[in-house]
Nanobody, 124 residues
Framework: QVQLVESGGGLVQAGDSLRLSCAAS????????MAWFRQAPGKEREFVAG????????VYADSVKGRFTISRDNAKRTTYLQMNSLKPDDTAVYYC?????????????????WGQGTQVTVSS
């Protein structure tokens, strides 16, 4: 059993930065693939970023390349999403996800564990 809890969301202005955290507990392993998804109102949940540190694979959605960075602190069992140069289009609920697979997939169905989400709102 794996539990994921997101935090760090909030209301910011365009151009600001924000760092989201995903704290993991339960039966987790460093080999798990970690990913971030987001869902805006009326939109499909979409892949944002994912990484597997065992195989060194990192994938970013085109919309966030160069602005977002996924990282982790192994000791704290926490995965981060550093978001820079935020845009109003980044407004969404951001979800942390994990899978035992080493493949960094973009499909929601590829992930076994999900957090409850944290709201990010970017104003103009």
């Amino acid at each position: 059993q794996v539990q994921l809890v997101e935090s760090g969301g909030g209301l910011v202005q365009a151009g600001d930065s924000l760092r989201l955290s995903c704290a993991a507990s339960g039966r987790t392993f460093s080999s798990y693939t970690m990913a971030w998804f987001r869902q805006a109102p009326g939109k499909e949940r979409e892949f944002v970023a994912g990484k597997n540190w065992s195989v060194g694979s990192t994938v970013y959605a085109d919309s966030v390349k160069g602005r977002f960075t996924i990282s982790r602190d192994n000791a704290k069992r926490t995965t981060y999403l550093q978001m820079n140069s935020l845009k109003p289009d980044d407004t969404a609920v951001y979800y942390c996800a994990a899978t035992t697979s080493t493949i960094v997939a973009v499909r929601r169905s590829s992930y076994d564990y999900w957090g409850q989400g944290t709201q990010v709102t970017v104003s103009s």
